[in-house]
T-cell receptor, first 108, second 114 residues
Framework: QKEVEQNSGPLSVPEGAIASLNCTYSDRVSQSFFWYRQYSGKSPELIMSIYSNGDKEDGRFTAQLNKASQYVSLLIRDSQPSDSATYLCAAGGFKTIFGAGTRLFVKA | KAGVTQTPRYLIKTRGQQVTLSCSPISGHRSVSWYQQTPGQGLQFLFEYFSETQRNKGNFPGRFSGRQFSNSRSEMNVSTLELGDSALYLC?????????????FGPGTRLLVL
């Protein structure tokens, strides 16, 4: 069973801090990786996609991929209360597998 | 460009009934995937269609079925509804058949089975 594992949290950080979300995947065939944000009662929305080893930055968000370790992470700098949501990690290959998500709380 | 749309947004059914949900992908997208999301199980893959063909299927019973039309619109059907089918059903579209491409989600259909 190919899996994507995430710490369910909740992860609580103070406003302005860096939030670090982690994800591991089991299928070495996976070539694309995605981070989605999902607010309660809403559908997932894409934050970042990453395909190559290393870091990819987009505003306050940085995705990191290490294929050798089968590890993906998302850093959120200057966290805001509006970042409070569930963050889903997904690995794309023959089909897209989603992790169960990490709940993030940013305290004002 | 309009996003993924799903209808209806909310649905209440009783056990034993059947239901059909509809999804219209982003214009130009030919791949449509369906997911079931429940608090306990997270986001579970149901099936994926590309060019009217089911290309991939998750581990759901045969009561769950789907199809895709020539205009890429997709429907999923659940027959003989059970209480456990209560969930948020999400549709996602992408531009091609590869799961390497980003999937964009619709707003979902929230189904409640009584």
């Amino acid at each position: 069973q190919k899996e994507v594992e995430q710490n369910s949290g909740p992860l609580s950080v103070p406003e302005g801090a860096i939030a670090s979300l982690n994800c591991t995947y089991s299928d070495r065939v996976s070539q694309s990786f995605f981070w989605y944000r999902q607010y309660s009662g809403k559908s997932p929305e894409l934050i970042m996609s990453i395909y190559s080893n290393g870091d990819k930055e987009d505003g306050r968000f940085t995705a990191q991929l290490n294929k050798a370790s089968q590890y993906v992470s998302l850093l959120i700098r200057d966290s805001q209360p509006s970042d409070s949501a569930t963050y889903l990690c997904a690995a794309g290959g023959f089909k897209t597998i989603f992790g169960a998500g990490t709940r993030l709380f940013v305290k004002a | 460009k309009a996003g993924v749309t799903q209808t209806p947004r909310y649905l209440i059914k009783t056990r034993g009934q059947q239901v059909t949900l509809s999804c219209s992908p982003i214009s130009g997208h030919r791949s449509v995937s369906w997911y079931q999301q429940t608090p306990g199980q997270g986001l579970q893959f149901l099936f994926e269609y590309f060019s009217e063909t089911q290309r991939n299927k998750g581990n759901f019973p045969g009561r769950f079925s789907g199809r895709q039309f020539s205009n890429s619109r997709s429907e999923m059907n659940v027959s003989t509804l059970e209480l456990g089918d209560s969930a948020l059903y999400l549709c996602a579209s992408s531009s091609d058949a590869s799961f390497q491409e980003t999937q964009y989600f619709g707003p979902g259909t929230r189904l409640l089975v009584l």
